[in-house]
């Protein structure tokens, strides 16, 4: 297996501009999990889904933030519009189930002008 | 807010050495576990340590828990430049489904 995939490694946007993280989990994973991680505020659990079903968003910053996920191979994480505080370093986990070993995207950089 | 804390926040030891890092958590735990995450890179797990478990060792690596003090200990024996990475503690709290990750130690090894 591939592992988790996301995409794009690097995104440079304007302040006010949508942008979409994408995510592939690892196949027969039935958890996944999206992060934000910056150096004021270390590793944050943003939201989590269950069998494509989002089970705890409290993570989520504010309306400006969502996510899908429409089948079990696909995730994705929306900022519209987006700000310059919004830059950090986005990642994407799965796992089997919860609480167990996740597996670790290799991230999005985010860059908000 | 995040459940765990790490110490020290950096390390900076020769090859050889061997490098320490404690982790604090707040509330009851299942397990603990420890990620690495080298630089511009995602994190990596390497060990988990159940609530029941006192001690671990994978390799190099040798964890300890004590439930009684919420803390855990990471050691790597016998570092390497390779080594150099942030590590981090994660722990599942029994009254919630989410892994809490800590702060991160940033350990530099020189060769």
């Known amino acids: 297996d591939a592992g988790v995939i996301q995409s794009p490694r690097h995104e440079v946007t304007e302040m006010g501009q949508e942008v979409t993280l994408r995510c592939k989990p690892i196949?027969?994973?039935?958890?996944l999990f999206w992060y934000r991680q910056t150096m004021m505020r270390g590793l944050e659990l943003l939201i989590y889904f269950n069998n494509n079903v989002p089970i705890d968003d409290s993570g989520m910053p504010e309306d400006r933030f969502s996510a899908k996920m429409p089948n079990a191979s696909f995730s994705t994480l929306k900022i519209q519009p987006s700000e310059p505080r919004d830059s950090a370093v986005y990642f994407c986990?799965?796992?089997?189930?919860?609480?167990?070993?996740?597996?670790f995207g290799a991230g999005t950089r985010l860059s908000v002008l | 807010s995040q459940q765990g804390e790490e110490d020290p926040q950096a390390l900076s030891i020769q090859e050889g050495e061997n490098a320490t890092m404690n982790c604090s958590y707040k509330?009851?735990?299942?397990?603990l576990q420890w990620y690495r995450q080298n630089s511009g890179r995602g994190l990596v797990h390497l060990i988990l340590i159940r609530s029941n478990e006192r001690e671990k060792h994978s390799g190099r690596l040798r964890v300890t828990l004590d439930t009684s003090k919420k803390s855990s200990s990471l050691l790597i024996t016998a570092s390497r430049a390779a080594d150099t990475a942030s590590y981090f503690c994660a722990t599942d709290a029994e009254d919630t489904d989410k892994l809490i990750f800590g702060t991160g130690t940033r350990l530099q090894v020189f060769p």
């Open positions: 509330t009851s735990i299942n397990n």
């Open positions: 986990a799965s796992s089997s189930y919860t609480g167990v070993i996740q597996y």
């Open positions: 196949s027969g994973h039935d958890y």
